[in-house]
């Protein structure tokens, strides 16, 4: 028969009552995909009742799960299927690459010429037609020394439970470990406070609360508090925790200057960090007061400002011992109090200079600084962020080297502000410009002057210019 066959059922108009219907066994020709194979011994077929042919489009599969080098025999009893185009296929494993498969059977095979094969672990046999002209296949088979069905399944339940107690042991580590990490702060806080002389550790305190942020960047949060004495104060903490002496806290308590950010003290965050605790300036950067505000921040103020803040460097330059290094002087790092004085802040970045074998300061370290104070006085004079109008400078230092400066300077200067009509003044704000040229040629690297005691010289001649008296 076909792949298809009908079966009709019809009775007559009187029935025996001694009849009882009928029963018929059939057999559809399909299989139902993978058969795992324990047993030692067995039989495989595909073979239908006389008369009967297998459908074409079977793909079936058996395994044969022998231990890893052990024996497993086929020896086929039967085979008869369309030569080249229904296949029996051994495959050594599980896998059906091209590479594992060992044996290939199509066509019709005597009983003289019926295959035996023999094959270690793991074997799969594969039935795939694709007409339905054969009457099938059959195999007796033989596994040496079988695995056992239940081992992949005591593998998978291992990994289960091994998967559960590392979520378990995840979730403990999650919830210990602010308890830890607080801890590890306290002995770190400890140790900073024990390695830093009885002269240099700075006062704890406790903040009472926390109300804004003043300003942040990727490691740094700065915002203004209140301590528990009332005092409104500036707390600066870090998003990571240092493992070594805070040297930004060293080098603050080492460098008491008017014109420095004072540092009160310190304290500790939520979870234990240490945080440092400045004065709190009230009227904010030096930047954004000159972007904001410019117009009320006139020439006096600003050499008033050019002057404090130069005094701090040289204070750092010249009166510290080792010198240090701010490493990142700009308007942003200068905060101004109430009566615009000028103080220096930003320390993060700061380090003690470095020094050869005989002692000697690597000025180039401290150049660096000189041709970012050269900026700030360019900021000064024009009103413009240096990082955003290098037209300006550039303007203005070409401006300075010619011999009609007093007579083009003036289209460089702050627009919000009006050029002075007195000549000794506007001497002084040329003067201001050679000096910030003098500190800018140290960002070229090529040569390294002036030092910071040249700058201050050169500010207090403009001072004397402007014949104004400005606060110590």
Known sequence: MGSEAYVAFSSGSQVPPQSKGWEIKYSAGLCDGTRDMYQRSGDISYSLPTGFSYTEGLNCKWVLHGKPGTLVSLNFTHINTSKDLDFLLIYN????????????????????????????????????????????????????????????????LVFVLVAIFMAFCLVVIIQTLPKWEKLLNKRENEKIESDLPNKLRSVKLEIEREEYYIGSSPSVRVYRAILTDGHVVAVKSLSHTRREVPLEEEILIKSSHPNIVSLIGYSHDKVGRRVLIFEFMTRGSLSSNLKESGGVIGWEKRLTMALQVSSALQHLHMYSKPPICHANLNSKNIFLD?????????????????????????????AKDVCNLGLLLMELLTGKDMDEGYDSLFGL??????????????????????????????MGLVKLGEVAKWCVYNCRGEVIFPNIGDVVLGLNQVKQLFQVSFPH
């Not at 498969?101 to 295959?115: A, E, H, K, V």
């Not at 594969?126 to 054969?134: A, L, N, S, V, Y």
């Not at 230092?397 to 506007?426: G, Q």
């Open 93 to 156: 494993g599980t896998g059906e690459l091209m590479n594992d498969r060992l044996f290939n059977f199509s066509g019709i095979y005597s009983d003289n010429n019926l295959p035996r094969v023999n094959l270690t672990g793991k074997v799969t046999v594969i039935f795939k037609t694709q007409t339905e002209d054969g009457n099938g296949w059959s195999v007796n088979y033989y596994i040496s020394s079988p695995a056992n069905q239940y081992d992949s399944f005591k593998l998978i």
């Open 397 to 426: 230092m070409e401006c300075i080297s010619e011999v009609n400066a007093l007579v083009k300077i003036h289209k460089f200067l702050d627009p919000r502000l009006e050029v002075p009509k007195e000549e000794s003044k506007y």
């Open 338 to 366: 109430d009566s615009w004085n000028a103080k220096l802040g930003g320390f993060g970045n700061a380090a003690h200079c470095r020094q050869d074998s005989l002692g000697r300061t690597n000025r180039t370290e401290m």
